[in-house]
């Protein structure tokens, strides 16, 4: 295959043209190129360069949510009947209980499922309980949490040590959104609070390591 | 002098006796006066009773007759959920579908949902204080009023897909905003803030902000200063360094920067435009009346012979803020004078 076959496809994904990316990802598959060719080289691919772009531009919610649809649609189209095994492990996403804002959330949701992860979606104005039921239930190894009000860092304080109690080791604790980016780590008592969706994402491939 | 003399003198780069402090003080007055949320946002004169008690409490230089970013949304035909201790958010859309915006008939500010209470906690607070102490009433911009019509993802994907009918929503939510607006001067706000977060470059990029928001921030702005704006205050938090250049073409007055802009970069961008801002909200929770003090005393040290700054916080005082923090970014500017 010609490295350079997939280039239109990449193209279409970063320009968030859905329906262009299901044409370019169509016109591949017929040609016979295998789905995980598509996923390794065309999405990842894309996924990366848009990484690249949001680290050195400031990225905007609005470019992300197109891409993020985009490779959701080619995702449909490669995989129709059942969506590909997350190979990354599984992630608990919430806004927490007092805060209904969940853009930011979705969009998390959009990406780090798109990179692979198996993302369990507990919604907006989630009781921190709830989180971490469903991180024990679901063998969590990340639990996300988005906030845009500053009312709930006292909750996401709760959440390790709630994990703790539950049972849940070896899992990363992520914060951002706007409110609890004018945080630190230390202060939520979280492993991580990340600057974007890619950040956050980069900080989970690092070697994982014991909850401290 | 008075706060009204005082704001004017730092908008029109004078010398004011002190620089002018606006601590962005909404539902932490109810919290101040053992009022619930829940109540404080439809209970316009009990609104005004509580901003009347913050500023009695921390005497700075503004109060605000705003309940939420629900209120247009409401009265247009969205549906809200009340909580007692958080403020009220969409249920249901107005919105389900922009081609359908046509139909929707304006609100009219004086019957429809709780406008008629903002402009009621506007006139007690223009009775009590005349024109002692700026009141500021609160529009939502286009482009966040877009989004509260419709819900976020849906109006941004609109944007993206069908340009032309989202065009459409935005100038139904411009008409809005402006008839709202001026109904809140003839109620007694010296201005209607207008606080457009959506328009963020966070959420939509600089050159979709040109094209779209820019023109209707101009026209919201131009009709609210015939109707006797003050001054034109745009509010758009998290990192707008990337649209300010827009901000003298739009007619902004007074430019919020919130605490992730580096004061310095803000003042080059717009050497003339007033900035307010920028101490980080959750300072107000979580840091020391010293810090506040210290971070307060940098932006006046920074701004003292440039002048043009209101020292406020960078977004909303947190509901939960610390009195003690709050009271030491009121008195910093004393403390220099």
């Not at chain 1, 280039?7 to 017929?30: H, M, W």
């Amino acid at each position: 295959m010609n490295d350079q076959s997939l280039d239109k496809l990449i193209e279409a994904l970063l320009e968030g043209d859905q329906a262009r990316a299901v044409a370019e990802a169509s016109i591949l598959r017929n040609a016979s190129i295998d789905n995980e060719v598509l996923i390794n080289q065309g999405i990842e691919k894309a996924m990366g360069l848009l990484d690249t772009k949001c680290t050195l531009e400031q990225f905007n919610l609005l470019e992300i949510m197109l891409v993020g649809r985009a490779v959701m649609g080619v995702i449909k189209t490669l995989y129709p009947d059942f969506p590909p095994i997350a190979t990354r492990g599984t992630a608990v996403i919430a806004s927490l209980e007092g805060d209904v804002h969940d853009l930011g959330k979705n969009i998390v949701k959009t990406i780090m499922s798109a990179k692979g992860y198996r993302v369990v979606d507990c919604g907006k104005d989630c009781p921190v309980e709830k989180l971490v039921d469903a991180a024990v239930r679901e063998g969590a190894v990340i639990i996300a949490i988005s906030g845009l009000i500053t009312s709930i860092v006292p909750l996401v304080r709760q959440v390790v040590p709630l994990a703790r109690t539950r049972g849940v080791t070896k899992v990363k604790v992520l914060a951002g959104g706007a409110a609890l980016k004018q945080a630190t780590a230390d202060l939520l008592n979280v492993d991580y609070v990340a600057d974007s969706v890619f950040d956050g994402i980069r900080f989970l491939e690092l070697p994982r390591e014991e909850i401290r | 002098m008075n706060s009204l003399d005082r704001i004017q003198a730092a908008l029109s780069f004078g010398k004011p006796d002190r620089v002018p402090v606006i601590a962005q003080v909404f539902g932490h007055a109810a919290v101040l006066s053992d009022v619930s949320l829940g109540a404080y946002v439809r209970d316009g004169e009990l609104l005004a009773n509580c901003q009347l008690k913050a500023l009695s409490r921390y005497g700075y230089d503004a109060v605000f007759a705003l309940m939420d970013s629900g209120v247009e949304t409401e009265a247009v035909g969205s549906s809200l959920t009340y909580r007692t201790d958080m403020y009220p958010y969409v249920e249901q859309y107005a919105i389900a579908d922009a081609r359908e915006v046509d139909k929707f008939s304006m609100p009219d500010p004086r019957r429809s949902g709780r406008m008629p209470e903002v402009l009621k906690a506007a006139q007690v607070l223009r009775r009590e204080l005349q024109d002692e102490v700026l009141i500021v009433g609160c529009v939502l911009g286009p482009m966040t009023l877009a989004m509260q019509l419709m819900g976020p993802e849906k109006t941004l994907f609109l944007a993206a897909d069908e340009p032309d009918l989202f065009a459409g929503v935005l100038d139904f939510a411009l008409e809005v905003a402006v008839s709202f607006g001026l109904a809140q001067i003839e109620a007694g706000a010296h201005l209607p803030l207008v606080f457009d977060p959506s328009a963020s470059p966070a959420v939509i990029p600089p050159q979709f902000f040109r094209e779209f928001v820019l023109p209707r921030t101009k026209r919201l702005f131009s009709a609210l200063k015939s109707g006797g704006s003050f001054a034109n205050w745009l509010h758009i938090a998290g990192p707008a360094e990337a649209i300010f250049p827009f901000y003298p073409e739009a007619g902004v007055d007074i430019a919020n920067f919130d605490y992730c802009i580096d004061p310095l970069r803000a003042r080059q961008i717009l050497p003339r435009t007033c900035l307010d801002g920028n101490i980080k909200p959750l300072s107000f929770v979580e840091a020391t009346p010293n810090d506040i003090a210290e971070d307060s005393a940098s932006l006046l040290e920074l701004f003292s012979p440039h002048g043009g700054l209101i020292l406020s916080s960078g977004c909303e005082i947190p509901l939960e803020a610390k009195t003690e923090n709050v009271v030491a970014m009121v008195r910093a500017p004393h403390a220099r004078s």
